[in-house]
């Protein structure tokens, strides 16, 4: 049974086009919810942890919001730059994060 | 700024040869991981450690052993390389139970 589950798969937008990715989770005593972004080829970038519910954390562009079921990752006024795929994982242990399959986001001049 | 590095961005190796891949961090963590991705599967775990020379076993250990001399390194061994190994090996440190940081990654073709 999947833990993390994010939605859409992939995104296309144009330039300056303000978009939402979903982040839901079904695990129980969430310790932590990470964002990441990976360019292809290229190892995941962290961007951003939260921890409880109606947690925000804001960077650039990019504003993660969290609630007891789920996480977006809220993008404004996107540029090509943006374009990444953008994973959401959950821990639940001490160690372990379990990975969502990813958003594929594509931004176009 | 964190750094993880790894020893090869690409490699290609034939079934059955013993593999090693390495993995330094640079910011004294205590917790080091190996992971493969797949297209359609995700990252999956498939070791980790907490400390020199512990280490747990992940989702998917099976066919892979890892080595854990030295608080920054951190080496996975395919002991017998088989095709369906082939894949993308990323290693990623944290410090106690926070973020991971992630290294380049490793795209190993096994043939």
């Known amino acids: 049974e999947d833990q993390v589950t994010q939605s859409p798969e992939a995104l296309r937008l144009q330039e300056g086009e303000s978009s939402s990715l979903n982040c839901s989770y079904t695990?129980?005593?969430?310790?932590?919810l990470f964002w990441y972004r990976q360019d292809p080829g290229k190892g995941p970038e962290f961007l951003f942890t939260?921890?409880?519910a109606g947690e925000e954390k804001e960077k650039e562009r990019l504003k993660a919001t969290l609630t007891k079921k789920e996480s977006f990752l809220h993008i404004t006024a996107p540029k090509p730059e943006d374009s990444a795929t953008y994973l959401c994982a959950v821990q639940e242990g001490d160690y372990k994060l379990s990975f969502g399959a990813g958003t594929t986001v594509t931004v176009r001049a | 700024d964190v750094k993880v590095t790894q020893s090869s961005r690409y490699l290609v190796k034939r079934t059955g040869e013993k593999v090693f891949l390495e993995c330094v961090q640079d910011m004294d963590h205590e917790n080091m991981f190996w992971y493969r991705q797949d297209p359609g599967l995700g990252l999956r775990l498939i070791y980790f450690?907490?400390?020199?020379?512990?280490?747990e076993k992940g989702d998917i250990p099976e066919g892979y052993s890892v080595s854990r001399e030295k608080k920054e390194r951190f080496s996975l061994i395919l002991e017998s390389a088989s095709t369906n190994q082939t894949s993308m090996y990323l290693c990623a440190s944290s410090a106690d139970r926070y973020e991971q940081y992630f290294g380049p990654g490793t795209r190993l073709t096994v043939t």
């Open positions: 695990v129980s005593g969430l310790r932590g």
């Open positions: 939260l921890y409880s």
């Open positions: 450690s907490y400390d020199v020379k512990m280490k």
